[in-house]
């Protein structure tokens, strides 16, 4: 199967946006409302942020935003702070229920 | 709350087999799919595949198939993932990872598919 591309990294100041793109193709992203995504500090475990595309789960803050458009979806992250400074991740459902995961964009604020 | 508490780290020879324990606490066990997720040093996520814990039944990716067992044990709500034929490259952290909801459908419930907890990791290094 086809790997998910994202960015190696991505950075910003604190208090702006960024927006880290995840390209799939027909048969995963494009399929699926099943896309996930996940933070991951350094020398911890990956952590839920995103899931179903667009929704963040209990604790989250709401400047964490999910969308997709085709066979790409994005994690926008507003109003960048230090502590955001990690790993992302994005996943996504295929067929056979199965997931695929992407290599990851390193996310530094400036 | 949910827990997950992993098995400690583990050093094998290659050719070797590796078991990894997954115990679940904070809610119905059976309830919820469980995934293994491993990474390798300064690598991405690599997704090993899901069991479910009610039913026993199991989905592994094309790459494991025939290398990677996962079964469990309902009587002390814990998961288990045996990587066999050990290889250097498998040297990894190993984790489990809980489905964040049930998914059911018409007579059956699915694998979700969006890992809401994680377990603490597991080293696995393959070394001679």
């Known amino acids: 199967q086809s790997a998910l591309t994202q960015p190696p990294s991505v950075s910003g100041s604190p208090g702006q946006t960024i927006t880290i793109s995840c390209a799939g193709t027909r048969s995963d992203i494009g399929s699926y409302d099943r896309v996930s995504w996940y933070q991951q500090p350094p020398g911890t475990a990956p952590k839920l942020v995103i899931y179903e595309v667009t929704n963040r789960p209990s604790g989250v803050p709401d400047r964490f935003s999910g969308s997709k458009s085709g066979n790409t979806a994005s994690l926008t992250i507003s109003g960048l702070q230090a502590e955001d400074e990690a790993v992302y991740f994005c996943a996504s459902y295929v067929r056979n229920s199965s997931l695929l995961i992407a290599a990851g964009t390193q996310v530094t604020v400036l | 709350q949910v827990h997950l508490e992993q098995s400690g780290a583990a050093v094998n020879k290659p050719g070797a087999s590796v078991k990894v324990s997954c115990k679940s606490s904070g809610y119905v066990f059976s309830g919820y799919y469980m995934h293994w997720v491993r990474q390798a040093p300064g690598q991405g996520l690599e997704w090993l595949g899901w069991?479910?814990?009610?039913?026993?039944?199991?989905n592994y990716p094309q790459k494991f198939q025939g290398r990677v067992t996962m079964t469990r044990d309902t009587s002390i709500s814990t998961v288990y993932m045996e990587l066999n034929s050990l290889r250097p490259d498998d040297t990894a952290i190993y984790y489990c990872a809980r489905d964040l909801k049930r998914y059911c459908a018409g007579s059956g419930c699915y694998a979700y598919m969006a890992l809401g907890y994680w377990g603490q990791g597991t080293l696995v290094t393959v070394s001679s």
């Open positions: 069991i479910n814990p009610s039913s026993g039944a199991t």
